[in-house]
């Protein structure tokens, strides 16, 4: 009876600090995409009741309850040149420390903030009950969480599935089938593929366990001073990853218990439209076309010849075409809507839209495949060429390439689009499957957060290979082993082939045992 009692209380208190945790959520990466990931996740916490104060560089215009930003200010003011159209980086090696030296930036600016003060300035026995960091870049602000006294800490990280972090979580690289994010690579390789990008994936962790972190941890030594814990040991206590990865908008893999999948947690449904849209949309008898570069590229960036070739292909189209574009254009066509900024998922939400011309961005794709509305993807960079290699091995979309964008290539990708219904068949059925789960990805992620605050941890999710050396946990030193006994075994055979040989002849007896039988 006094157990069922104690348990009654245990479960009280459990419930209690389950059911309002203060929780600080770390997400300083500063594109818009892992800003709309990492907010939709924090409001899914806050309406369940938990307090989230999150560190990010994006202002709130409105207040919310249970929410508060910390702002890392002044990151736009700064010029941030890393991703421009003409900055392509053709080097799939070089493309990838392009976002290590970005991250590098935004930690000299990030660390240098009144905002990252601000939060150091909490009072000493201020506490969180769980931290959440959005791990893709920027580790220099690990030491936060040994400033507030190392609580339980979640990664989350909205760039699909990167090779590096699933193998910091003790996941087999899956290098024969995972298609590293900067390549056209789908899940089934050839050989020379699989070389590649076995090779991509292998220097990447080694980028960033020999250059990347060393660098961030020295910054973040200078900050926070000499005796911070060391990144090393700091990720290895982070409990799980939940991460913006679905076997049917991505590739499948296999992922261990403390991954969680979470792919697509940003979506929204059934958010109207803002009136001066609605109205244009309403007009559009021919349907919508959706131009949008991303968050990162500016379309305002473009040579007046390439935005001319893109202007004429749209003028020869019947449908109305929203181009998310940076500043204003003269003599557009009669068709063509230009705006700083587009709700692009309720446009895409909207059952008159046909088609998404994008970069290719995570997001973005994901909310095409969302809605079911085929692509044309013109990647520049990162894993907008692995999200265009899916869209077209799959005949969702076609891939562009924005050097080979003139009038006739665009348009005739345009209307081989619209005209075969096989493209928007394929993405509509890929929603179906994607859809059909028992809750929403939104719901899974609060529920595995709500978890690790239950159990303080999630430790024993851990695939033992998590303490283990890359080569053991991918038994290289086993094969190696066997190898090398195979070889013992074949010298110690031929040594005795060729003694009995040389017996043979010193004795005079014919080698050859068939003739004298
Ligand atoms: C909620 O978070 C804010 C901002 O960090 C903090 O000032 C406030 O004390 C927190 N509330 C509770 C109840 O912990
Ligand atoms: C690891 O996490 C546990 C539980 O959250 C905490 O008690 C411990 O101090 C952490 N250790 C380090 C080195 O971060």
Not at 141 to 152: A, C, M, Q, S, V
Request: proline share 5%; glycine share 4%.
């Amino acid at each position: 009876m006094l157990n069922v009692t104690k348990m009654y209380v245990a479960l009280f208190l459990l419930l209690q600090t389950v059911l309002g945790a203060n929780i600080l959520h770390i997400a300083p990466i500063g594109t818009q995409s892992h800003h709309i990931w990492n907010r939709a996740l924090a409001f899914g916490l806050s309406k369940k009741g938990h307090n989230v104060t999150m560190l990010s560089h994006f202002e709130e215009k409105e207040k919310f309850k249970n929410f508060h930003i910390i702002l890392l200010e002044g990151y736009f003011d700064e010029t941030i040149e890393y991703f421009s159209l003409d900055s392509v980086q053709p080097n799939k090696f070089l493309d990838v420390m392009i976002i290590y030296d970005l991250s590098l930036f935004s930690c000299e600016h990030d660390l240098a903030t009144q905002g990252l003060q601000t939060l150091m300035n909490y009072p000493k026995d201020f506490t969180f009950d769980l931290i959440i960091i959005d791990i893709t870049l920027q580790q220099c602000l690990y030491p936060i969480i040994e400033r507030f006294k190392n609580p339980p800490v979640v990664a989350v990280t909205p760039f699909l599935l990167p090779p590096v972090l699933s193998h910091l979580f003790g996941n087999p690289l899956q290098a024969a089938y995972m298609p590293y994010y900067n390549t056209l690579h789908t899940d089934r390789m050839s050989f020379l593929e699989r070389i590649t990008n076995y090779l991509l994936i292998h220097s990447e962790i080694l980028y960033r366990k020999y250059m990347a972190i060393p660098a961030e941890s020295k910054l973040a030594k200078k900050h926070f001073g000499e005796n911070i814990q060391s990144f090393d040991e700091v990720e290895r206590n982070i409990s799980i990853l939940i991460s913006n990865y679905d076997p049917i908008l991505c590739f499948p893999l296999a992922l261990p218990p403390n991954i969680i999948p979470a792919g697509g947690l940003h979506i929204e449904s059934d958010k109207p439209l803002p009136d001066d849209l609605n109205t244009i949309v309403d007009h559009a008898k021919e349907g919508l076309i959706i131009f949008t570069l991303g968050s990162y590229l500016r379309s305002d960036q473009m040579s007046i010849s390439k935005r001319t070739a893109i202007l004429n292909a749209f003028a020869k189209l019947p449908q109305t075409i929203f181009w998310k574009f940076e500043s204003e254009i003269d003599d557009l066509p009669k068709n063509v809507i230009v705006r700083k900024w587009l709700p692009q998922n309720d446009i895409l939400e909207n059952s008159k839209t046909k088609l998404l011309i994008s970069h290719g961005g995570a997001l973005s794709t994901q909310e095409a495949m969302y809605h079911g509305i085929p692509v044309i993807a013109i990647p520049f960079n990162t894993d907008q060429h692995s999200n265009a290699g899916k869209l077209a091995s799959r005949s969702m979309g076609k891939i562009l390439n924005y050097e080979d964008i003139t009038t006739d290539s665009l348009y005739s990708a345009i209307t081989e689009i619209l005209n075969n219904p096989m493209y928007s068949r394929n993405i509509k059925q890929l929603l179906q499957r994607y859809k059909d789960k028992p809750e929403r990805p939104l719901n899974t992620a609060v529920f595995w957060v709500e978890y690790v605050l239950r159990h303080g941890s999630a430790n024993f999710l851990n695939l033992a290979s998590r303490d283990m050396d890359t080569y053991q946990a991918a038994s290289y030193d086993v094969i190696l082993a066997l190898l090398m006994g195979l070889y013992l075994l074949y010298s110690l055979i031929s040594f005795i082939f060729t003694s009995y040989k040389f017996i043979c002849i010193s004795h005079n007896i014919p080698l050859d045992h068939s003739k004298r039988l």
